[in-house]
C-alpha cells in the first residue's frame, strides 16, 4: 500500500472507547482463550515485564488462593541469594502466625470422640503420616533439644497411651504446649492420638484448614 495517498476523512470508529462502554471492544471467551493459548510460552522483555509490574503496583490481587498459584508455578525454579536475602529482611520482626497459641488447661477439641463417632478423626486416621505436618509445630529445633532429654528421661512403653492400642511407632505428645522439662508433661502417643491432640490444641480456624488439607 503506497504511503500518503489516503487521507483519513473520519474519526476511527473506536476513538474514546474503552471496553467498559463499547461492547465491540471486549474479547469473546474463545478469543481470550485463543490469545492466551497464542502467548504460552513466551518470555517478556524486562521493559514490558515492569510496564506490567507498574500497571498491576496497589492492587489487591495478592489473595491466598493466587499467592499459592504464584508459589507452584515457581516450584522447582531455584532463588538466588539476593531475593533471599531480601525476603529475609522484609520478614524480620513480624510476629509468628503461631505465637500464644499453645496454652495449657486448653480442653483438646477431640476429647472423648473417637474414629467411630467423629468424622474428622475418621479421616485423619486415613491419611499418612509424614513431614507434611511440621506446618504448626513451629521451631523445630527449639523443641528437639527438649525432645532428646524426655526420650532419655521417659521409659517408652508399648501402647498408646491415649487409644491403649498397641503400636509399632509411638510419638512423644506435649500435653500442656508448654514443653516443660517435666516428663509428666509427654505421653507416648501413637500418630493417630498424637495428630488429633495436636490438632486439639489449635484455634478453630487454624484447625478447620489442617482436616482440609488433609
Ligand atoms: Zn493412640
Given at each position: 500500500?503506497p504511503r500518503?495517498?489516503y ?13 467498559e462502554?463499547?461492547?465491540?471492544l ?6 481470550r482463550?485463543?490469545m492466551?493459548?497464542?502467548?504460552k ?12 509490574s507498574?500497571?498491576l503496583k ?6 491466598h488462593?493466587?499467592i ?8 522447582g ?6 531475593t ?15 505465637k500464644g497459641m ?13 474414629k467411630e ?9 486415613e491419611?499418612e503420616?509424614?513431614d507434611?505436618?511440621?506446618?504448626w509445630?513451629g521451631?523445630?529445633?527449639?523443641y ?5 532429654w524426655v526420650r532419655?528421661?521417659?521409659?517408652k ?10 503400636k509399632k511407632?509411638l510419638?512423644l505428645?506435649?500435653t500442656?504446649g508448654?514443653y516443660?522439662?517435666?516428663v ?10 498424637h495428630k488429633?491432640?495436636d490438632?486439639?490444641l489449635?484455634?478453630?480456624k487454624r484447625?478447620?484448614?489442617i482436616?482440609?488439607?488433609?
Open positions: 500500500m500518503g495517498v487521507k483519513r476523512t473520519k474519526a476511527v470508529w473506536n476513538k474514546g472507547l474503552n471496553k462502554i463499547e461492547p465491540r471486549r474479547h469473546s471467551p474463545e478469543t482463550k485463543q492466551s493459548e497464542s502467548h510460552g513466551k518470555t517478556l522483555s524486562t521493559k514490558y515485564r515492569r510496564r506490567i507498574k500497571a496497589g492492587r489487591s490481587k495478592e489473595t488462593e493466587y499459592a498459584i504464584l508459589a507452584d508455578k515457581r516450584k525454579h531455584p532463588v538466588s541469594n539476593e533471599r536475602r531480601k525476603i529475609s529482611d522484609s520478614l524480620k520482626g513480624r510476629i509468628l502466625w503461631n499453645f496454652r495449657a488447661g486448653l480442653t483438646p477439641w477431640n476429647k472423648g470422640f473417637t463417632n467423629h468424622p474428622s478423626l475418621a479421616k485423619m486416621g491419611k503420616t509424614g507434611r505436618n511440621v506446618a509445630k521451631d523445630e529445633a527449639s528437639s533439644c527438649i525432645h532428646k532419655k528421661n521417659k521409659t512403653p508399648k501402647n498408646c497411651e491415649q487409644c491403649g492400642e498397641k511407632r510419638e505428645s506435649n500442656s508448654e516443660k522439662r517435666d509428666d508433661d509427654y505421653r507416648y502417643l501413637c500418630i493417630k492420638c488429633a491432640y490438632c486439639g489449635l484455634p478453630f484447625r478447620q484448614l482436616l482440609k488439607v488433609w
